[in-house]
């Protein structure tokens, strides 16, 4: 690579500096979390780190902008965006989960005392005597485990700490809620998805660092 196409391409802490004098509350973290909810999608180096153009940079720009003024939610500013800067719109025919019990018993491939056990312990449950996404990818999730002697009983720990992290969220969105601005609300569904994925990340390091304890690394 030349030196010339070396300098084109910014690190995430360059972008950074060049966003904080105009948007002093952006973060390394919320640049990433606008790429992971594909707003912007730099490059990556073979060794995994990011590479920004300047393009990137006026898509930040614009994004931040949009939030800051205009109280835009994502998805808004994400139809703005491909207007703006001609990147093509995908529109997703997603169709909507809604399983009976016995397409779920066959789609997760568990068995009904494995299914019991899940809505004893409160891990899903149906609404309308149907299952949603997230409960398929529950009883997936709890299939996979049964096969090394997991069950939801042994679960019970993973949905309390799951249900500490909503009520982390839930207080943070709280006072956003509570404005009666322009906005708030997409403000708070969007700051909700975002310490999310943030309490998720630091969920699995703390993991991954338990176990490493536990082989002595």
Known sequence: MSSQAARSHMSIGEVLALLQGEFPDVTVSKIRFLEGEGLIEPERSPSGFRKFTHLHVE?????????????????????????????????????EVRLSRAELLEAADIDEETLAELEDYG?????ARRYDEEALKVARVVGSLSRFGLRARHLR??????????GLVEQTVAPMLKRRAPGA???ADEAAREV???LLDLHASLVRTGIRSVFGR
């Open 59 to 95: 898509q930040l720009r614009f994004i931040l902008t949009e939030q800051r003024d205009n109280y835009l939610p994502l998805r808004v500013i994400k139809d703005k965006m491909a207007e703006s800067f001609g990147r093509p719109r995908v529109v997703q025919d997603k169709q």
């Open 196 to 198: 999310s994925t943030l």
């Open 123 to 127: 891990l899903l449950a149906p609404v």
């Open 157 to 166: 720990g993973v949905k309390a700490a799951a249900e500490r992290e909503c």
């Open 185 to 187: 609300i997409a403000e």
